[in-house]
């Protein structure tokens, strides 16, 4: 996340930032990123990244998180109670990916998936309550997974989907 002192900049300098992290980001796997590039995109002071940033790390999940909220922006909210409605995750899952393709985080996606992902760990899946709760966190995890899949072999997209239309169907 970002330190107080970003909070205060200007819109312009965000903007520029962001634009600068995204490009790096985009580019070179988090293990190969400099500040140096991204300074110098920005415009800005190497101290002052320091200022807004604990490090690079800090810096990309900051973006990362700007790119998942703008992409699951107009994703439906999916009831954990009712039956799990095959077609809803099945189009909830089309959307993101039609909103990775046409966005401008597409190749940090990518680069997420294929060189950061791990570089934050493993973190256990969110734990869905409600009558079908269990159901429910099995349609996202194959969804989430099916995401993955399509990101990294995008020739493949028609093929995991009926996949994962095929797995829903058996919940």
């Known amino acids: 996340m970002t330190l107080p002192t970003f909070d205060h900049l200007s819109a312009d300098k965000k903007t520029r930032i962001q634009t600068a992290l995204l490009s790096e980001f985009s580019q070179y796997p988090l293990a190969d990123a400099q500040v140096a590039r991204i300074v110098s995109q920005a415009e800005i002071a190497r101290g002052a990244f320091y200022k807004y940033f604990t490090d690079l790390t800090d810096a990309y999940t900051y973006l990362f998180g700007i790119a998942m909220r703008d992409i699951h922006a107009g994703l439906p909210r999916l009831d ?13 899952t089309r959307t993101f990916l039609l909103g990775v393709k046409g966005s401008k985080y597409k190749q940090l996606i990518y680069m997420h998936f294929s060189h950061n992902e791990n570089a934050f760990g493993v973190q256990a899946s969110r734990i869905i309550s409600g009558t079908n709760g ?11 997974q099916t995401l993955r899949d399509v990101l990294l072999d995008p020739a493949q997209a028609a093929v995991r989907l009926t996949q994962l239309e095929d797995a829903l169907n058996k919940l």
């Open 80 to 92: 954990s109670d009712g039956p799990v409605e095959t077609k809803a995750y099945v189009a909830a």
């Open 134 to 144: 269990a159901n429910h966190w099995a349609a996202e995890v194959l969804s989430h």
